[in-house]
T-cell receptor, first 116, second 118 residues
Framework: AQSVTQLGSHVSVSEGALVLLRCNYSSSVPPYLFWYVQYPNQGLQLLLKYTTGATLVKGINGFEAEFKKSETSFHLTKPSAHMSDAAEYFCAVSDYRGSTLGRLYFGRGTQLTVWP | GAVVSQHPSRVICKSGTSVKIECRSLDFQATTMFWYRQFPKQSLMLMATSNEGSKATYEQGVEKDKFLINHASLTLSTLTVTSAHPEDSSFYIC??????????????FGPGTRLTVL
């Protein structure tokens, strides 16, 4: 079975500071991992995803995440926070069969606040 | 890129009435769509998986007679909340799976529908 744990429901950083959002997963198969961002009253937008290959994945808006199998982690980082990064972030792991993406298992989310 | 729309974006209804929410894939065909429910400050809870031309697969604990899902075409799935009650008030989000490209496919999410039942 797949599951996701996001450590810290709220993270606050100053503008320009490093952003680190933590995600650990549990999966019975090699995982496909995702980070999504959600702005208030909107759906989810894909930031980045890891499927196979390079473990450091770069996404949109300057975000990146590194898949660490030994630590079962997929933490999201951004070197310098911007006010527009304030949002809810969800980590997810997929339930897939071969190349067919099945359901996504989401973490509880981390609310990122960026202070000026 | 792949775009998924939902209609309406917000709906307010009286207790006991039924509400239909539409989910459309605008520029691709989606053989599979997913319906999620999200409570305030919480994660998305998968309600059901909708496959075009067949019955939806509901997650455990989701009442199929209350949340009717129809996936009549490759670009449209509907969720009908029947006999809505205040506890059904929530944010409903759909996603559609785009399998056009080779390799791993991807889910694209709609903007969500805010349902308020008075």
């Amino acid at each position: 079975a797949q599951s996701v744990t996001q450590l810290g429901s709220h993270v606050s950083v100053s503008e320009g500071a490093l952003v680190l959002l933590r995600c650990n997963y549990s999966s019975s198969v090699p995982p496909y991992l995702f980070w999504y961002v959600q702005y208030p009253n909107q759906g989810l937008q894909l930031l980045l995803k890891y499927t196979t290959g390079a473990t450091l994945v770069k996404g949109i808006n300057g975000f990146e995440a590194e898949f660490k199998k030994s630590e079962t982690s997929f933490h999201l980082t951004k070197p310098s926070a911007h006010m527009s990064d304030a949002a809810e972030y969800f980590c997810a792991v997929s339930d897939y069969r071969g190349s067919t993406l099945g359901r996504l298992y989401f973490g509880r989310g981390t609310q990122l606040t960026v202070w000026p | 890129g792949a775009v998924v729309s939902q209609h309406p974006s917000r709906v307010i209804c009286k207790s006991g009435t039924s509400v239909k929410i539409e989910c459309r894939s605008l520029d691709f065909q989606a053989t599979t769509m997913f319906w999620y429910r999200q409570f305030p400050k919480q994660s998305l809870m998968l309600m059901a998986t909708s496959n075009e031309g067949s019955k939806a697969t509901y997650e455990q604990g989701v009442e199929k007679d209350k949340f009717l899902i129809n996936h009549a075409s490759l670009t449209l799935s509907t969720l009908t909340v029947t006999s809505a009650h205040p506890e059904d008030s929530s944010f409903y989000i759909c996603s559609a799976r785009d399998q056009r490209t080779g390799g791993i496919d991807e889910q694209f999410f709609g903007p969500g529908t805010r349902l308020t039942v008075l």
